[in-house]
């Protein structure tokens, strides 16, 4: 239901992992830093009072808040306690529950979007943060039972606008934050035995409703980056010239879903598993990095808009990566991306859609795309004035290009293939608008023929296209007399484009 949003959950997210989270060796300094950073992050703290009782220091009423371009964020704590341990920590505990209020403006962007306003109930029962160290290097230790996070519609919410809730148990974790001033090297490690996210919301106005349930087991995570004040991260190119950068890895185990959502009184019920999964990201003026994978997932969906009961997809193994240079180079920087899809399945009333006789095999199918190369930037991706500049320009220069591999399998067919080439930037007539290549690729394809046979029989495809075919992959390639193979090399060389040895151009 497009009215729901779920993004704001990143900031209580936030708000969960930094709460009382900055430490010193009194109580007053912990206090005092945790302001400085909220502050840094451009936030605003206050508090009725800040009382010594003994060895801890009572800090009541306080509040935070943010707001800019039109959205804001307020939170209400009655009470946090800092207390002083004698041995130059200082436990961290406050109150078990507390309420935050989140508005978010509708998007001018995005058609028949509306605004939020989540009120927000956080519940951290017996949550503790013990904090060790100096001004200058902050470590400190978290763990508790659990941590709830319940969002539901605010006061003027519309009436579109559903409630969910986010459940982490058994947390632990630790941080170590560095620096003086606004600018700080943070270095976390965290780790949740499971997480369980439950939801509903209703839409009478479109005749709609959903419900929704995942859980998630042995969540875990680390990140080090060297963190910059709300002010110089306004300008990202900036930023990250200023030293800006941040690195982190996550991953999960078991996965479960359940979504089932009714439209018009017409019901659709998705649910699906997965066995585990992981997520990297990286970021720094030289490169940026983003990557994730999963195994075994499988989905079953029913609903009243599929031609038969149930629709059923899985796999074995999901990744993808991308590596990429963002800032000009002197030198030829690495790129790599990787597209990988293994154990690919759908159920037997798919296949029979346009297979009914079982004409085909129904083996799982793959596609594996990895690459790897060298490319000099002449732009920071980052600087909008140098991108808008450019026009159709490339921002940089493409040196080298490695096809570590390439598999394609479907219906008892294959093609494989693996090949390197490096590329003359000076020379850009011999293949106009594109740099000389040099270098050569492998491929090998099994079973096309036999695919190309059954698919004619099966009337979809026509004869004279499929003969076709045959005669153009023949110019290329070179077919094994005794099986259904074919190989051909493709080769870049003496400014020309050959074919298992035969020039082309």
């Given at each position: 239901?497009?009215?729901?949003?779920?993004?704001?959950?990143?900031?209580?997210?936030?708000?969960?992992?930094?709460?009382?989270?900055?430490?010193?060796?009194?109580?007053?300094?912990?206090?005092?830093?945790?302001?400085?950073?909220?502050?840094?992050a451009?936030?605003?703290?206050t508090?009725?009072?800040?009382e010594?009782?003994?060895?801890?220091?009572?800090?009541?009423?306080?509040?935070?808040?943010?707001?800019?371009?039109?959205?804001?964020?307020?939170?209400?704590?009655?009470?946090?306690?800092?207390?002083?341990?004698?041995?130059?920590?200082?436990d961290?505990?406050?109150?078990?529950?507390?309420?935050?209020?989140?508005?978010?403006p509708?998007?001018?962007?995005?058609?028949?979007?509306?605004?939020?306003?989540?009120?927000?109930?956080?519940?951290?029962?017996?949550?503790?943060?013990?904090?060790?160290?100096?001004?200058?290097?902050?470590?400190?230790?978290?763990?508790?039972?659990?941590?709830?996070?319940?969002?539901?519609?605010?006061?003027?919410?519309?009436?579109?606008?559903?409630?969910?809730?986010?459940?982490?148990?058994?947390?632990?974790?630790?941080?170590?934050?560095?620096?003086?001033?606004?600018?700080?090297?943070?270095?976390?490690?965290?780790?949740?035995?499971?997480?369980?996210?439950?939801?509903?919301?209703?839409?009478?106005?479109?005749?709609?409703?959903?419900?929704?349930?995942?859980?998630?087991?042995d969540?875990?995570?680390?990140?080090?980056?060297?963190?910059?004040?709300?002010?110089?991260?306004v300008?990202?190119?900036?930023?990250?010239?200023?030293?800006?950068?941040?690195?982190?890895?996550?991953?999960?185990?078991?996965?479960?879903v359940?979504?089932?959502?009714?439209?018009?009184g017409?019901?659709?019920?998705?649910?699906?598993?997965?066995?585990?999964?992981?997520?990297?990201?990286?970021?720094?003026?030289?490169?940026?990095?983003?990557?994730?994978?999963?195994?075994?997932?499988?989905?079953?969906?029913?609903?009243?808009?599929?031609?038969?009961?149930?629709?059923?997809?899985?796999?074995?193994?999901?990744?993808?990566?991308?590596?990429?240079?963002?800032?000009?180079?002197?030198?030829?920087?690495?790129?790599?991306?990787?597209?990988?899809?293994?154990?690919?399945?759908?159920?037997?009333?798919?296949?029979?859609?346009?297979?009914?006789?079982?004409?085909?095999?129904?083996?799982?199918?793959?596609?594996?795309i990895?690459?790897?190369?060298?490319?000099?930037?002449?732009?920071?991706?980052?600087?909008?004035?140098?991108?808008a500049?450019?026009?159709?320009?490339?921002?940089?220069?493409?040196?080298?290009?490695?096809?570590?591999?390439?598999?394609?399998?479907?219906?008892?067919?294959?093609?494989?293939?693996?090949?390197a080439?490096?590329?003359?930037?000076?020379?850009?007539?011999?293949?106009?608008?594109?740099?000389?290549?040099?270098?050569?690729?492998?491929?090998?394809?099994?079973?096309?023929?036999?695919?190309?046979?059954?698919?004619v029989?099966?009337?979809?495809?026509?004869?004279?296209?499929?003969?076709?075919?045959?005669?153009m992959?023949?110019?290329?390639?070179?077919?094994?007399?005794?099986?259904?193979?074919?190989?051909?090399?493709?080769?870049?060389?003496?400014?020309?484009?050959?074919?298992?040895g035969?020039?082309?151009?």
């Amino acid at each position: 239901m497009k009215h729901w949003k779920l993004a704001s959950s990143t900031a209580v997210l936030a708000l969960l992992t930094g709460t009382g989270a900055f430490a010193d060796v009194t109580p007053e300094e912990v206090w005092q830093n945790w302001q400085d950073m909220s502050t840094s992050a451009g936030q605003t703290v206050t508090s009725t009072s800040a009382e010594r009782d003994g060895d801890t220091l009572v800090v009541s009423g306080v509040t935070i808040s943010y707001e800019k371009d039109g959205t804001s964020f307020t939170s209400a704590i009655d009470q946090i306690d800092f207390a002083d341990n004698g041995d130059g920590s200082v436990d961290v505990t406050s109150s078990d529950s507390y309420q935050m209020a989140l508005k978010i403006p509708a998007s001018a962007e995005i058609e028949g979007d509306m605004p939020s306003d989540l009120k927000i109930t956080v519940t951290q029962p017996e949550m503790v943060v013990t904090a060790s160290g100096t001004v200058d290097a902050l470590s400190y230790e978290f763990e508790g039972p659990s941590v709830t996070a319940k969002f539901e519609p605010g006061d003027t919410a519309a009436a579109a606008q559903g409630s969910f809730e986010v459940a982490l148990t058994d947390l632990s974790g630790k941080y170590l934050v560095e620096g003086d001033g606004e600018a700080k090297k943070i270095t976390s490690d965290f780790a949740a035995k499971s997480v369980k996210i439950s939801g509903s919301g209703k839409d009478a106005a479109a005749k709609s409703d959903a419900t929704f349930s995942a859980t998630i087991a042995d969540v875990a995570g680390n990140t080090n980056g060297n963190f910059l004040g709300a002010a110089e991260m306004v300008d990202m190119a900036k930023a990250l010239q200023s030293g800006f950068a941040v690195n982190g890895n996550f991953s999960h185990g078991a996965m479960t879903v359940d979504l089932a959502v009714t439209e018009d009184g017409k019901p659709t019920k998705i649910t699906g598993a997965s066995e585990g999964g992981d997520m990297s990201v990286a970021m720094d003026a030289t490169h940026l990095q983003f990557g994730a994978g999963g195994k075994a997932l499988n989905l079953t969906i029913a609903s009243a808009d599929i031609p038969f009961p149930e629709l059923k997809l899985g796999y074995k193994e999901a990744a993808f990566n991308l590596l990429m240079p963002v800032g000009k180079t002197d030198a030829p920087a690495d790129f790599a991306m990787l597209t990988k899809l293994v154990g690919f399945t759908v159920s037997d009333e798919v296949w029979g859609m346009f297979d009914p006789a079982g004409s085909l095999p129904h083996d799982p199918a793959t596609v594996i795309i990895d690459t790897k190369g060298k490319v000099t930037m002449t732009t920071d991706l980052f600087d909008e004035a140098a991108m808008a500049a450019l026009g159709d320009a490339p921002p940089g220069d493409l040196n080298a290009l490695d096809v570590t591999e390439l598999k394609a399998s479907v219906a008892g067919a294959e093609l494989t293939g693996a090949g390197a080439f490096t590329f003359d930037n000076t020379d850009k007539t011999t293949f106009p608008g594109v740099p000389l290549p040099t270098g050569k690729m492998d491929l090998k394809l099994t079973g096309g023929n036999t695919l190309l046979d059954k698919l004619v029989a099966m009337g979809l495809l026509p004869q004279d296209q499929a003969m076709g075919f045959k005669m153009m992959v023949s110019m290329f390639a070179n077919s094994a007399a005794d099986k259904d193979e074919m190989t051909s090399t493709l080769e870049f060389k003496d400014k020309g484009f050959y074919a298992n040895g035969q020039k082309l151009q």
